[in-house]
């Protein structure tokens, strides 16, 4: 059974869900932002494209509300990029409530250059995947476990 909490710091989410190892959940989620501007909202930062953002119009800090039906282990991963944003690149984040949660809220305390608004490129959330009870046991290939494999 694959454990939680023992991902390497600064893997890669994108390699880690490749492997199997976790899988992307922000879809599961209901999500809200403090503020945007039209057309930069919410469905930019899941949409998996890093040409696109998530602006905020308001004063800070700059909130992301992700909450989920039921309490879910979760990891985060944020994609910012300064070479393109500049003053609009957080440079201080506070992720609360993070873990086992309903919710987590990312709160974006402060900008590069002390910009007002934001870009946020990405926001990936993740779960460990666990191993279901079938998988601990070893698959069954001999040709006396073969012939009672299906049910009639």
């Known amino acids: 059974m694959t454990t939680p909490n023992k ?7 994108k390699q880690l869900e490749r492997t199997g190892t976790v ?7 209901v999500w809200s ?4 501007k039209p057309g930069f909202g919410v469905d930019q930062l899941q949409d ?6 998530w602006q905020s119009d308001g004063s800070q800090p700059h ?3 992700i909450q989920f ?7 985060t991963c944020i994609c910012s990029d300064y070479k393109s944003d500049e003053s609009y690149t957080p440079s201080k ?3 609360r409530k993070p873990i086992r949660t ?3 809220q990312i709160a974006i305390l402060a900008n590069h250059q002390n910009g007002r608004d934001l870009h946020m490129r990405q926001i990936k959330i993740y779960t460990p995947v666990e191993e279901s009870s079938i998988g601990k046991f070893p698959r069954c290939t001999t040709i006396d476990f073969m012939m009672y494999r299906s049910i009639r």
């Open 7 to 13: 991902t390497p710091p600064g893997a890669d989410p």
């Open 23 to 29: 899988r992307e959940i922000g879809s599961q989620a």
């Open 33 to 36: 932002l403090s503020s945007c």
């Open 48 to 53: 998996d494209n890093l040409e696109t953002y």
């Open 63 to 65: 909130l992301v509300n």
């Open 69 to 75: 039906r039921r309490k879910t282990t979760v990891k």
């Open 93 to 95: 984040i506070s992720v």
């Open 102 to 104: 309903f919710m987590i």
